[in-house]
């Protein structure tokens, strides 16, 4: 290869940036059965019974609490999994979604 025909100097940037988490947010509700909240928690977070409880009655007394952090998707389809799991029962509780900082 000759000095006028190397290859562009071009930097190529690394991809190093990961995708951002986000939080699942359990929200509070004066009507949903504690007991029930603990069982979703379980079913959809696979928690044991102790740590559902300790999500549970955090969320119950301080309004909100993150239940766990995942992919995009991933968190979005256990809110609405979970969410949808009260709604079948006739229940408000809700859970949504917010990126991480
Ligand atoms: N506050 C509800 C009750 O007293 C229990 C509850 C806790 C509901 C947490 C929703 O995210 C929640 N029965």
């Known amino acids: 290869m000759s000095p006028v025909d ?3 100097r071009t930097k ?3 991809k190093t940036e990961r995708p951002k988490l986000h939080k699942v947010i ?4 004066d009507y949903t059965p504690r ?3 603990v069982r979703v928690l379980q079913a959809e ?20 609490c993150v239940v766990a952090v995942f992919t995009k998707d ?16 006739g229940y408000p509780l809700l859970f949504t979604t917010e990126p991480e900082e």
Not at 45 to 64: C, L, N, P, S, Y
Not at 74 to 87: F, L
Request: proline share 4%.
């Open 6 to 8: 190397v290859a562009p």
């Open 45 to 64: 977070f696979r928690m044991t019974e102790d740590q559902a409880h300790k999500v549970m009655i955090t969320a119950h007394q301080r309004g909100v």
């Open 74 to 89: 991933v968190a979005e389809t256990k809110a609405t999994r979970a969410t949808d799991a009260g709604r079948a029962k």
């Open 26 to 29: 359990l929200v509070n509700d």
């Open 12 to 14: 190529v940037k690394p």
């Open 35 to 37: 007991e029930f909240v």
